[in-house]
């Protein structure tokens, strides 16, 4: 067990969004079994494993959206691929529906925190998954996909990377990109500005109806890294009520351990205030995540070296979970 009871019972009062982990792709992989405890990664090392039922019962996380992942070459059967890790999902909920649940909307997540069990929530990452048709983010959706991240590592039919293949930093959405962020608000689906272009990352924030996210990123106030985003980035996010999610990657933070979170967590509070902070670990994702949260149990090692830095519990409550929370209900799913 780690961190101190004092962080721990902060959990269980507030139990935990996390934004983004890739784990579906490993049960995809694999065969990742969520339901079995893992150890974990050493030499903190590994690029997977960092998720697990138990160790997210341990570490205080109440809701785990898992991002759906498909590499976009060949460029066919991206679409299946991000079936096929739903599929992952709800075989693993069928074994024991006690322990994890699929869950859409806030009141999913707080109906689950009330029954003791996991919320499992579904994201794709990167809109070649929809192949060029808004019809398979209506059929996303339907199957319970709460967030779309415009971009991954390549240019798509609807934008462009901030880093990546076929990357244009002077263009924003395509025509396609605009039709899909207006198709998001009707669906019920949350834009993720992650990954994408600054230009495109403006565009889509100004476009969307409701709050968009960053799920999973490093800001570049704290660190100055490709990956990240700038205080122009986090104030349009903020403005519109949408949260960023604090990647637990040293590459992208600049350093390893705690401190690195703690402080990209701090400017975002800076330059927006303090509902627009959250948590997009990307564990499982292809990092090597901070040794200090190198896995979902390790999660009340931040939240002591945020009691430590001064926040309150208030504050912290936004960081784990309020924040999160707000965003998903503010971007409500069709009857
Ligand atoms: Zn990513």
Known sequence: MFGT??????????????????SLMWSRWTGYDLHVR?????????????????RMIEGGVGAQFFGLVSVPFPTRGLAAVIDEQIDRLEQTVRVNPQRIRKARTAADIRKA??????AAL????????????????????????RYLGLCHFSAN?????????G???????????????????????????????????????ALAEHPPIVSHTGVLGAFEHWRNIDDEQLRAVADKGGVIGVIFCPRYLGADGIKPV??????????????????????????????????????????????????????????????????????????
């Not at 925190?113 to 996991?118: E, F, L, R, V, W």
């Open 167 to 205: 990357r244009k930093d002077d263009r924003g959405l395509t025509d396609f990109g605009r039709k899909v962020v207006i198709a998001c608000s009707e669906l019920g689906v949350i834009v993720d500005l992650a990954h994408i272009n600054k230009r495109g990352f403006l565009e889509a924030c």
């Open 262 to 335: 703690v402080s990209h967590l701090k400017h975002i509070v800076n330059v927006c205030g303090e509902d627009a902070p959250a948590l997009g670990s990307d564990w499982d994702g292809f990092i090597i995540p901070t040794k200090d949260l190198c896995d979902a149990a390790r999660l009340p090692l931040l939240t002591d070296a945020l009691i430590k830095e001064g926040f309150s519990e208030e504050t912290i409550a936004k960081i784990l979970r309020g924040n999160a929370l707000r965003a998903i209900e503010d971007n409500p799913v069709p009857a």
């Open 157 to 165: 039919e609807l934008c462009y990377p901030a880093y990546g293949s």
């Open 38 to 54: 893992h150890e974990a990664p050493l030499p903190f090392a590994a690029l997977g494993g960092h998720v697990d039922i138990p």
């Open 122 to 145: 579904l994201g794709i990452e990167g809109g070649h998954a929809l192949e060029g048709s808004i019809e398979k983010l209506g059929h996303f959706a339907r199957r319970g996909v």
């Open 113 to 118: 925190a009330a029954d003791g069990t996991i």
């Open 5 to 22: 009871d004092e962080a721990r019972a902060l959990h269980s009062r507030h139990p935990a969004i996390d934004l983004h982990a890739d």
